[in-house]
C-alpha cells in the first residue's frame, strides 16, 4: 500500500469521560467490532478503585494494566483504529490532557442518567480549546436516566458544545425498544441480547410509513415521529467541516454494555471522523504526508518489571515513515538514536514493527534520555508545541529521609518528573523542592516508586500554596518587574526547564499580586504566546 493511502486510512483518537460512564466497556465493544478480540472482559479497566489510596499494590497492579491498554488498535473496515487510553480518575488528569496532544480526534461518553459530570468537564474543556473534532455518545439508555432534549440541553450549555443528534432513542430504561439512525435512516430494535455483535437493523426511509407503528407500536411510533420533527426544528443540519474545525459535535445514544448502538457510532466514525492531521511545531506546520520522519513523545511510561529499568516512550508519529533501526535526532539533546524493537499496538498486545505511519504510536524502549514533549525528526530542527504543564492542585516539600541515597532520590525524582508523573518546583530563597501534584495520590505513587525503583526514601511536608503561576518573562527588564521579584521573593520558584513561577499562597493574594503588578503576566499553564 503506497505511503497516502496507510496515513488516509488512519484514524487516531482518544475516548473521555468521567469514571463510571461507560468508557471501558466501548472500548471493548469497539474491539469486538473489529475483531481484535474475541470475548467481553479483555480490555483491563484502568481504573484506581475508590478507598485504593492507600494499596500500594492497587496502583502498581493497575498502573501495569495500563501499560498494556495504553494503545488500543484494530481494523474496521480497512480502517486502521489507534485508540489511546485516557484515565478517567481525576489524580491522573494530567496525563489525559498529555494524551489528548496526540489524538486527531475524541468521543466523549455521558451517562445518561448522571448527565454531564465534573471530569468530562474539564477534559472536553481542554478539547474546546484545540479545536479537536468530538463526537458524542450517550451511554447506558437501558437505563432510567435523563430526558433526551434536556441532555442534549445540558451537553450544550455545560461543555459549551453545539451538538446535533445523528441517532435518536425510541424510549428508554424499561421502555428503551431501540435507535433510530438519523443518519442512516433505519431503526435498529433493541433486544438486550449482549452477546451479538452485529445488529439486524431496518430500513425506514419514511417515519409517516405504518410499518414504524408495526415495529415499535403505535405509541413509541408517534413520540418518536414528534421528536425527529422537534430534531430538525431545533438542531442544525450535521456539517462536516463544522465537525472537524470543532464547531459542531455529533451526538449518537446506546448502550454499550449491550453493544447497542455502537456499530452505528463507529460506521460514523470511521466516516466522519479525521485522518492524521497536520501537526504545529515551534518552526512550522508539519503535514502528515511529509516524507521525512517527525514525532514527540506524549508519554512516559516505567517498566514494571524490576528486572528490566527501562522505560517505555509513547511517541506520536507525525509525518513520514517511521523505521526500525534508522537514526533518529534527539533534538532536545542534539543526538542521534537508533530503535532496534519499536513497539506497535494491537488490540491489547505490543509486538515489534519495522515501519509505522503518521497517526500511529510506537513505544520506544528509554533509559531516561526522554521527557515528554520531546522531538525525534530524521535531522530536522523541529520542536512540537503543545504539551503544556498545568498548575498543579497540590503542593508539598519533599524531604530526604535517608542521607546516605540522596543521589538515588535526585535521580529517582528527576526521572519521575520527566515521566510527568508531578512537577517538581525548587524554591527562589533556600532552593528547597516541592512537588506539585493534580491529585494526592500521585504523593504515594513516588514515594513508592522511590523506594521501590530507586532505594531512596522521602517524607513529604505541607506547604500552603494555591496554585502555580508561571511568570512571563516579556518585561523582565523592568522596574516593576525587578521589584515584583525582589518583594515576592518568598514565592517564588523554578519550574524543570527553569522557567520562574509564582506560588500564591491564596486566591486573594493572587489576586492582590495581579493588581500591585498590572503588567506581569501570570500564566496558569507553562506555555503561552
Ligand atoms: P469507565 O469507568 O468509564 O471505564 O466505565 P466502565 O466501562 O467500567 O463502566 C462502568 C459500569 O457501568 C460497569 O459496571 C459497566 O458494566 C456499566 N455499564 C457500561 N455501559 C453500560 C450500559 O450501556 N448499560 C448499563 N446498564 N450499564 C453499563
Known sequence: MSFLKEIQRRRTFGIISHPDAGKTTLTEKLLLFGGAIQEAGAVKSNKIKKGATSDFMEIERQRGISVATSVLAFEYNGIKINILDTPGHKDFAEDTFRTLTAVDSVIVVIDVAKGVEEQTEKLVEVCRMRNIPMIVFINKMDREGKDAFDLLDEIEQKLGLKVVPLSFP???GYDFKGIYNIWEKNINLFSGDSRRDIEETI?????????????VGEKAANTLREEIELVSGIYPEFDKDKYLNGKLQPVFFGSALNNFGVRELLDCFVEIAPKPR????EERLVEPKENKFTGFVFKIHANMDPNHRDRLAFIKIVSGKFERN??????????KMKFSSPNAFFAEKKEIVDVSYPGDIVGLHDTGNFKIGDTLTEGENINYKGVPSFSP?????????????????????????DEGVAQLFTLELNGRKVIGTVGALQYEVIQYRLEHEYGAKCTYENLNVFK??????KNSKSDEYKEFVRVKQRFLAKDKQNQLVFLADSAFSLQMTQQKYPNIKLHFTSEFD
Not at 426511509?205 to 415495529?215: E, F, G
Not at 497536520?278 to 511545531?281: C, E, G, L, R
Open 170 to 172: 425510541i424510549g428508554m
Open 203 to 215: 430500513e425506514i426511509s419514511d417515519l409517516a410509513s405504518s410499518q414504524l407503528d408495526k415495529l
Open 278 to 281: 497536520p501537526k504545529q511545531s
Open 326 to 335: 534508522k537514526p533518529y535526532l534527539h533534538v532536545r539533546n542534539n543526538k
Open 393 to 417: 492542585e497540590h503542593f508539598r516539600y519533599i524531604n530526604n529521609a535517608d542521607p546516605l541515597k540522596s543521589k538515588q532520590l535526585f535521580k529517582g525524582i528527576d526521572q519521575l518528573m
Open 468 to 473: 502555580a503561576c508561571w511568570v512571563d518573562p
